[in-house]
């Protein structure tokens, strides 16, 4: 199994940047093998797909992050990473580490970031 922790959220100003940490724990196999995605989820909004890497390494992307976040992995640390820049009020939601082993559909905690000036 699977324990995933966010980190990294908070309050940004329109167009500033912040970086989301997701650490992994437990199993370090399932973790290298698993796509890996962050989802948010704002007050009132369904829960929507942000980013998702593969295990090797292939990165897709929600049309409205295109082009302003990043995903990334370190498999050697069992870390996932979310790069967000040029922030628009609209980002502002709760983000949400995701693994979707074909066993289970792992989820962490979430954490909140707010843009906003």
């Known amino acids: 199994q699977l324990q995933l922790v966010e980190s990294g959220g908070g309050l940004v100003q329109p167009g500033g940047s912040l970086r989301l940490s997701c650490a992994a724990s437990?199993?370090?196999?399932?973790?290298?093998?698993?796509?890996m995605k962050w989802h948010r989820q704002a007050p009132g909004k369904q829960r929507e797909l942000v980013a998702s890497?593969?295990?090797?390494?292939?990165?897709n992307y929600a049309e409205a992050v295109k082009g302003r976040f990043t995903i990334s992995r370190d498999n050697a640390k069992n870390m996932v990473y979310l790069q967000m820049n040029s922030l628009k009020p609209e980002d502002t939601a709760v983000y949400y580490c995701?693994?979707?082993?074909?066993?289970?559909?792992?989820w962490g905690q979430g954490t909140q970031v707010t843009v906003s000036s």
């Open positions: 890497i593969t295990s090797g390494g292939f990165t």
């Open positions: 437990e199993s370090i196999f399932i973790f290298s093998t698993s796509a």
């Open positions: 995701n693994a979707p082993t074909y066993s289970y559909d792992y």
